[in-house]
Nanobody, 124 residues
């Protein structure tokens, strides 16, 4: 089973940028579809972005498209989420998820490995 550890969260002003990292261990990352989800207080966990296991397709929630970018560095076994033009509504705990040979699903139930989450707080 792959283990995931997120980092890079923090406090940022609206309009600023952050880059989240998700470091994987235990299995080669290049066999996994990866995704980012987020959960704000009082809300369900929601899809943010995904990349399929081949790394040739990416998918985004409408609310972040054009502002966020997901990428992977298989040599470093790390997936990134570059977040630009951050808004107050982006405040949430961000989770990294993995699925073996995953195709970039938007459904959280399709992922069988999760990180512990990293807090992103955007001040208005």
């Amino acid at each position: 089973q792959v283990q995931l550890v997120e980092s890079g969260g923090g406090l940022v002003q609206a309009g600023g940028s952050l880059r989240l990292s998700c470091a994987a261990s235990g299995r080669p990352l290049n066999n996994y579809g990866m995704a980012w989800f987020r959960q704000a207080p009082g809300k369900d966990r929601g899809f943010v972005a995904a990349i399929n296991w081949k790394g040739d397709n990416t998918y985004y929630a409408a609310s972040v498209k054009g502002r966020f970018g997901i990428s992977r560095d298989s040599a470093k076994s790390t997936v990134y989420l570059q977040m630009n033009s951050l808004k107050f509504d982006d405040t949430a705990v961000y989770y990294c998820a993995a699925r073996f040979l995953g195709d970039g699903s938007r459904w959280a139930g399709n992922y069988d490995a999760w990180g512990q989450g990293t807090q992103v707080t955007v001040s208005s």
